[in-house]
T-cell receptor
Framework: EAGVTQFPSHSVIEKGQTVTLRCDPI?????LYWYRRVMGKEIKFLLH????????ESGMPNNRFLAERTGGTYSTLKVQPAELEDSGVYFC??????????????FGEGSRLTVL | DAKTTQPTSMDCAEGRAANLPCNHS???????VYWYRQIHSQGPQYIIH???NNETNEMASLIITEDRKSSTLILPHATLRDTAVYYC??????????FGKGTRLHILP
């Protein structure tokens, strides 16, 4: 069974440009989470989807970030326009709905974003 | 979610048991203790979790004190591949995982 996959693995863009990160959760996983790690900082929660609905988006830093999960399958995280401080590694995780209370989150390998 | 306190770093000899402590003195009755790790730049990896009882799986054992104010993650036979940052997290079921600073574990050859 495929794990959580993220694309691209690394993206280098200039300040002001737009980048879209994609996450494909494990098939059948209704919960999808986005996290990011900025250089030298802790891993920070961004938001949580249950199917196509945003359950918690309290960690989204500002309105330059837009996350979508149309159809409740894969998710995209768009940064527009990108700023230097957006550089970091963006992780996606998923879990089964019925196990959300006690189960594990499966993380992808992350998408590294470099804003020049 | 309750706050956790972990040592910043620890060393362990290869082949020995690695015992990673975590204090969570303000944990509430419905919060679970979870352990994750991040190996270098990979995505975080789930290790184990528990509520009250000690737990064991193929990766590790989790010992939770009777008052639940602290716990210890045990890697029974540490290998070089266990070098990672280990995160102790307390969480109410269904909530997001909140990562702290974790413990950087160095396995020494």
């Amino acid at each position: 069974e495929a794990g959580v996959t993220q694309f691209p693995s690394h993206s280098v863009i200039e300040k002001g440009q737009t980048v879209t990160l994609r996450c494909d959760p494990i098939s059948g996983h209704d919960n999808l989470y986005w996290y990011r790690r900025v250089m030298g900082k802790e891993i920070k929660f961004l938001l949580h989807f249950v199917k196509e609905s945003k359950q918690d988006e309290s960690g989204m830093p500002n309105n330059r970030f837009l996350a979508e999960r149309t159809g409740g399958t894969y998710s995209t995280l768009k940064v527009q326009p990108a700023e230097l401080e957006d550089s970091g590694v963006y992780f996606c995780a998923s879990s089964q709905l019925q196990l959300a209370n006690t189960g594990e989150l499966f993380f992808g390998e992350g998408s590294r974003l470099t804003v020049l | 979610d309750a706050k956790t306190t972990q040592p910043t770093s620890m060393d362990c000899a290869e082949g020995r048991a690695a015992n990673l402590p975590c204090n969570h003195s303000t944990i509430s009755g419905n919060e679970y203790v979870y352990w994750y790790r991040q190996i270098h730049s990979q995505g975080p990896q789930y290790i184990i979790h528990g509520l009250k009882n000690n737990e064991t799986n193929e990766m590790a054992s989790l010992i939770i004190t009777e008052d639940r104010k602290s716990s210890t993650l045990i890697l029974p036979h540490a290998t070089l591949r266990d070098t990672a940052v280990y995160y102790c997290i307390v969480r109410v079921g269904g909530d997001k995982i909140i990562f702290g600073k974790g413990t950087r574990l160095h396995i020494l050859p």
